[in-house]
């Protein structure tokens, strides 16, 4: 009976599709902090017993780590035989991995090859495929084109993403992909942030799926989006790409932004907290100005005041000093007296009527 077959990590990427299910044998902590596409979690030992296998090395030497490890394993497997994959037909066909493709993804695929499912060890586990997406990171995004739509805290750029993807636009949305939406009032309640690789992940995956031939329309990010940093090769493709500058109202601004952030409405102590952060720009004085207009429910007031104040020299420095044509950017000013979703439609419908199918061309230097 055929043992199980080792493949490259190209090999398994331009395959991946063809399998029936990819199998992670790492730990669950591991798992979590990112994984292939599409895999699922498949312990062959858990987050605790590894940690016993490897105090066991440590102290006692690798045949005793060896045979604890190899009787957990056991255990772990016969578990998943009896529950996750007993009811696999016999057509079925997996892809395991490990961290480099040795004793955890070559336990489980031997047992599962030898009840005769055709299976597939990763060749150098994730630790193959995380060389292959910073490899790609640094280059893919000079394949391509992109539209940097910029304006100020309020104008709606995540939104208008998310307009132009649904008009089938190409859009790369970092805030999405970050769990952040990019300020010191960025985290988004109930939805923590990935760890950096695997936000590069999502990166990878989702430039590894673009046209070159079509615009990428992406918002005017800074480097770092929270605690994920972009890649450096895709923020200097960014900051060299042409502009377009989306302009509202004060007016507009400010009712956009209390729909956006109504969590804060609902709790102003957790806005107070996170408005600390801007205590060494501003002063604690002023700051607690701000926090008592928060307390006080003066929205229109502190909102109005902190685009003054602070987001709006910030955007201003920030994409005059980092992105190289700010100046001959295009402008799509929003309707003052509309509703906002209204207003960013029409400003969506306008973005995808200027940026028809367009084949990719170099960047500028900056």
């Keep these: 009976m055929k043992g199980p077959r080792t493949v490259s ?9 063809q399998y029936d299910a990819i199998l992670d044998a790492r730990s669950p902590a591991e798992f979590a902090l990112d994984h292939l596409p599409g895999a699922s ?38 578990t998943l035989l009896d529950t996750r994959f007993g009811g696999m037909p016999p057509e079925w066909r997996p892809l395991v991995y490990c961290w480099r493709g040795g004793n955890r993804s070559g336990s489980l695929a031997t047992v599962l090859s030898r009840i005769g499912w055709r299976v597939d060890v990763l060749e150098g586990g994730y630790r193959a495929y995380r060389r ?4 790609d990171l640094d280059e893919l995004p000079a394949r391509h ?4 739509v910029a304006g100020r805290t309020g104008v709606g750029k995540s939104r208008l993403l998310q307009l132009l993807a649904e008009r089938n636009a190409q859009v790369l949305d970092l ?22 690789k695997g936000f590069e992940s999502k990166l990878w995956r989702a430039l590894r799926g673009y046209d070159s031939a079509r615009p990428i329309f992406v918002e005017s990010e800074s480097r ?15 900051r060299a790409s042409e502009c377009v500058v989306v302009t509202a109202s004060p007016e507009f601004r400010i009712r956009l932004l209390r729909e956006d952030y109504e969590h804060f409405v609902d709790d102003p102590e957790l806005f107070a907290e996170r408005l600390s952060a801007l205590v060494p720009l501003h002063g604690k004085a002023r700051v607690a100005e701000w926090e008592a ?22 955007y201003d420095r920030s994409m005059g000093r980092n992105f190289a044509h700010i100046d001959a950017a295009r402008s799509v000013a929003l309707a003052a007296g509309a509703d906002c979703a209204g207003a960013l439609a029409d400003a969506a419908d306008r973005l995808a009527a200027l940026y028809p199918l367009a084949p990719a061309t ?5």
Aim: glycine content about 10%.
């Design 9 to 17: 990590i190209v090999d398994a990427l331009a395959a991946l599709d």
């Design 41 to 78: 979690s498949a312990p062959v030992l858990d987050d605790v017993e590894r940690a016993e296998v490897g105090t066991l090395h440590a102290r006692e030497g690798a045949f005793v780590a060896r045979r604890r490890g190899a009787a957990l394993v056991s255990r772990n497997i016969a």
């Design 132 to 135: 292959q997406v910073v490899a």
């Design 145 to 148: 084109r992109f539209i940097v």
């Design 175 to 196: 805030e999405a992909l970050a769990a952040h939406r990019g300020s010191v009032l960025g985290p988004i309640p109930d939805n923590p942030q990935p760890s950096q």
């Design 224 to 238: 770092k989006i929270g605690q994920c940093q972009v890649p450096g090769p895709l923020i200097e493709r960014m």
């Design 293 to 314: 207009q928060a307390r006080s429910g003066d929205w229109d007031g502190l909102v109005g005041e902190l685009l003054a104040a602070h987001y709006g020299p910030a």
């Design 362 to 366: 170099p960047a500028a230097a900056p």
